[in-house]
């Protein structure tokens, strides 16, 4: 079995926390030169917008040296450049550090901020942000929450150590612990464990639950509640995490999280920087005996959900 090449290190820095792209040209293709192979496959730069890269030495080779226009096809071949990102609506909540040392950034996530660079949100990131603020380029994270999900999020410092603290989450060694505000259901009889089989398919927003064996397990506890609105805390302990888990499981039960725009129905999009009566979810917790250092870490976030700590708020009153 051929083993694949490994890429030399990346020759242009981050631009804001973002990584420059890295390109290795194809083994087999009819292309004559570099730029005729990335105008062919970045089909949506725009017209002229590949050829500019090159006028400009935008493009570079692993002896970060501009790429001629004429440089000729070499298979194999790696090549970076900056991308140009369209503008993004700034999230205007701040970030908190909640602990950092040698080998581990816990950062407290707000609402509406990616984990990580994917689609449009690029910049935007917490790991963008991260890797500019702490001057920290290596920073990788070690698991993601979903954008609309608040709350503790793992990264690492160290690019070779980043596998040992992502099979803390793959090995289900990590202790995780939720927080979600949604309506008081008297009827529903808790505490109880939800077990079913969540299917997530690529390109459909919403996750749905399907009959067969159960790859989602949480455990749904109830904090508090109380009579003047009619709401509810609850206490949510996942076992497994697959995609939108624990929004799918409370809906399955009747309570579907406050602000879930999937959840039971999927509500119209938002326009950018509507930041209003965002998803009731939070990630209160993170506890996990370190893979390295064998430190045992314990980590609780200081964020509140509005509903909860601020109902009248939450509902525009």
Not at 201 to 227: D, F, K, Q, S, Y
């Amino acid at each position: 079995m051929r083993r694949r090449t490994q890429p030399p290190p990346a020759p242009l820095p981050q631009r804001r926390g973002v990584d420059p792209v890295r390109v290795r040209l194809p083994e087999h293709g009819e292309w004559t030169t570099v730029r005729d192979h990335l105008v062919a496959r970045l089909t949506g730069a725009g017209p002229g917008m590949v050829e500019a890269m090159f006028d400009a030495g935008a493009v570079v080779g692993a002896d970060g040296l501009p790429v001629a226009p004429d440089a000729p096809y070499r298979p194999g071949m790696f090549v970076w450049f900056h991308r140009e990102l369209p503008p993004e609506v700034p999230v205007p909540f701040p970030v908190e550090v909640v602990y950092q040392d040698a080998h581990i950034v816990v950062a407290d996530k707000p609402h509406f901020l990616a984990t990580t660079p994917r689609g449009s949100h690029v910049s935007e990131t917490l790991l963008a942000r991260l890797r500019h603020d702490l001057g920290l380029p290596g920073l990788g994270a070690a698991h993601r929450l979903d954008r609309l999900t608040a709350g503790l999020v793992l990264f690492t410092v160290r690019p070779e150590e980043r596998g040992a603290y992502q099979g803390l989450f793959r090995d289900r060694r990590v202790h995780k612990e939720y927080e979600a505000v949604a309506r008081h259901d008297p009827a529903l009889e808790l505490p109880r464990t939800v077990r079913s089989r969540i299917l997530k398919e690529r390109g459909v927003l919403a996750a749905r639950e399907v009959p067969g064996e159960p790859n989602a397990v949480t455990r749904v506890e109830i904090a508090e509640h109380r009579e003047r609105d009619g709401l509810a805390r609850y206490r949510l302990l996942p076992a497994t995490g697959q995609t939108h888990q624990l929004r799918v499981h409370l809906n399955s039960l009747g309570v579907p999280i406050l602000g879930d725009p999937l959840y039971p129905e999927i509500a119209p999009a938002t326009a950018p920087g509507d930041f209003r009566r965002p998803l009731q979810l939070l990630a209160r917790g993170l506890a996990f005996t370190d893979p390295v250092t064998g430190t045992r870490h314990s980590f609780a976030s200081r964020r509140t959900l509005q509903a909860w700590a601020s109902p009248e708020e939450w509902s525009g009153t």
